[in-house]
């Protein structure tokens, strides 16, 4: 007998990333689909690691995280944004920054609650709202800047509005937030109960002298808001599965409800090394400038190919337009590109609810130069 359950998520698949990623293992094909560094992490921060295992920090530390972690990130926050946290109210470590929103999603809503979105998104979004049985409201960047249309906004609330959902720098298309864009979220939201989710996952990943608009420097958005973060985007550990949530205290006492009865706490040993590896500075401080060099060969690179570059400010990705040599569906496409032509890559389609297709594959940079060149070498053989 084959015992049968109704899914939560009947029209939901494996996840772009794994189907990616495991194509490429198949093919032996370069991957830069799924946003990863191939590149090594600093190993002042995997030492640090050993040596608060060997010093005996293997239990389980606070559920709200491990205190002088918490604390450096208030600090943190305070130096580069203006906030005023408090360690012990305002600051949950999770396990990674999807955790984070999964929490942050299910903390607020109620059954029939709509929460308006913007794709293309990144792919945990909408299933999270549905296994909430809450109603998603994907809103379109507008295309090829992916900039957000604000009368759309302003027309899609409703009295069942409950969340908006931001994310800058963006996955998948490197977009990034202007102080503008943030006091018209202000005014949006201003006079009511509208919860913000901001994804900052990308904080550091920002080029172009552009500075990172978060939430934490609008006291007045913040107020409403849970802002999550990644500590594998910022010290390229994307394994370590580790990150945290910022929120006022009211709203972090009903996400703490929520995260004690999963995951309870998050693990020790990385913690206490990053409580101390976080004292510098400069380990994130310059990390925006390395990454667009990447960003800055990768483009050069790509101008032997025929595709065109839709260019990105922050994040691990670039996307990249195909329209002027085929009409191919994006998946379609990116199936052919790694099995033939060597190089996995990530559709866009797959960022959005209805598989909207502009003929565009997300690339991502963070990787060796050697990578770089090697999946470029595999691209030259398309012809436009
Ligand atoms: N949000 C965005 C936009 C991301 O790209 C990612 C991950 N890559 C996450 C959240 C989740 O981060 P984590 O791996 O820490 O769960
Ligand atoms: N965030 C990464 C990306 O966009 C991958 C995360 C995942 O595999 N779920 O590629």
Known sequence: ???????????????I???????ANEYGAVNLGQGFPDF??????????????QDGFNQYTHMNGYPPLVEALAIKAAKLYG????????????????????????????????????????????????????????IQLSFPNYAIPWDEVKSAINARTRMIMINSPHNPTGAVMSAADLQTLASIVKDTNIIILSDEVYEHLIFDDIQHQSILRYPELFERSFVCFSFGKTYHCTGWKLGYCMAPADLM?????????????????????????????????????????????????????????????????????????????????????????GVATIPVSAFYHNGQDNKVLRFCFAKKALTLEKAVEGLKRLSA
């Open 1 to 15: 007998m084959s015992i049968q359950i109704a899914s939560k998520l009947p029209s939901v698949g494996t996840t």
């Open 17 to 23: 990333f794994t189907v990616m990623s495991q194509l």
């Open 40 to 53: 090594m992490m600093s190993t002042e921060l995997t030492g640090l690691v050993n040596q608060a295992m």
């Open 83 to 138: 906030a005023q946290l408090q360690a012990a109210n305002h600051i949950t470590i999770t396990p990674g920054g999807t955790y984070a929103i999964y929490t942050a999603l299910t903390t607020v809503l109620q059954p029939g609650d709509e929460v308006i979105l913007f794709e293309p998104a990144y792919d945990c979004y909408i299933p999270t709202i549905e296994l909430n049985r809450a109603k998603a409201v994907p």
């Open 253 to 341: 006492k009903e996400f703490r409800k929520v995260h004690q009865f999963n995951c309870f706490t998050c693990p020790t040993p990385p913690q206490v090394a990053l409580a101390t590896y976080i004292k510098n500075e400069s380990a994130y401080l310059t990390l925006g400038a390395d990454m667009q060099a990447k960003r800055d060969y990768f483009r050069t690179l790509m101008q032997d190919t025929p595709f065109t570059c839709i260019p990105s400010h922050g994040s691990y990705f670039e996307c990249y337009s195909y329209a002027n040599f085929s009409q191919v569906p994006d998946k379609e496409l990116a199936v052919t590109l790694t099995k033939e032509y």
